[in-house]
């Protein structure tokens, strides 16, 4: 049973447009939800995260939009640049669960 | 400070064969996760080791094991490979003690294993 769901599998944007990623959980115990950025070769990195007491996280470009009625959150990245193509991860937390769930990543690609 | 490593980066065996993985965590780190990671699946929790015991298990058979030694390095086995084992195998750190959700998992290059 997959317990966080993510689309979509790939996306590819112009240079300069947004890009939005969604994921959907059914835990409702879950407390802490990262965003994690992958590049070739790399393994992932934290980019952003945020907690369900707040519908709106920014940090530069990225800013992360939570709705916590409906078990969903979704990672925007305003002004996309070809250096943000990557594999982006989104996972939660909490709820005596300690151990991140991922979702199943999505492979963006930007075009300059 | 230096980031968790792993190595080999790069493994080619054959099926049947066992094969054993090294992570080194950040320096101070206690809690060492390892992650299978492939294209259909993404990222699969294996087990995670804290002060040398196996704190949480993720849903993989007996065929992977782990452990980790005294100064927080860990070591992954996988014994009698299959094709399906071909994956990405990902180590992650984290100061966490506590076990708090809110722990960044800071993760290694990773291992490519490619079984033939």
């Known amino acids: 049973q997959q317990q966080v769901k993510q689309s979509p599998q790939s996306l590819i944007v112009q240079k300069g447009g947004i890009s939005i990623i969604n994921c959907a959980y059914e835990n409702t115990a879950f407390d802490y939800f990262p965003w994690y950025q992958q590049f070739p070769g790399k393994g992932p990195a934290l980019l952003i995260a945020i907690r369900p007491d707040v519908s709106e996280k920014k940090e530069g470009r990225f800013t992360i939009s939570f709705n916590k009625s409906a078990k969903q959150f979704s990672l925007h990245i305003m002004d996309s640049q070809p250096g943000d193509s990557a594999t982006y991860f989104c996972?939660?937390?909490?709820?005596?669960?300690?151990?991140?769930?991922f979702g199943r990543g999505t492979s963006l690609i930007v075009h300059p | 400070k230096a980031g968790v490593t792993q190595t080999p980066r790069y493994l080619i065996k054959t099926r049947g064969q066992q094969v054993t993985l090294s992570c080194s965590p950040i320096?101070?780190?206690?809690?060492v996760s390892w992650y299978q990671q492939t294209p259909g699946q993404g990222l699969q929790f294996l087990f995670e080791y804290f002060s040398e015991t196996q704190r949480n298990k993720g849903n993989f058979p007996g065929r992977f094991s782990g452990r980790q030694f005294s100064n927080s390095r860990s070591e992954m086995n996988v014994s009698t490979l299959e094709l399906g084992d071909s994956a990405l195998y990902l180590c992650?750190?984290?100061?966490?003690?506590?076990?708090?959700?809110?722990?960044?998992?800071?993760f290694g290059p990773g291992t490519r294993l490619t079984v033939l």
């Open positions: 992650a750190s984290s100061s966490s003690g506590g076990r708090i959700s809110t722990d960044t998992q800071y």
């Open positions: 320096s101070g780190h206690r809690s």
């Open positions: 996972a939660a937390s909490g709820g005596g669960s300690y151990i991140p769930t």
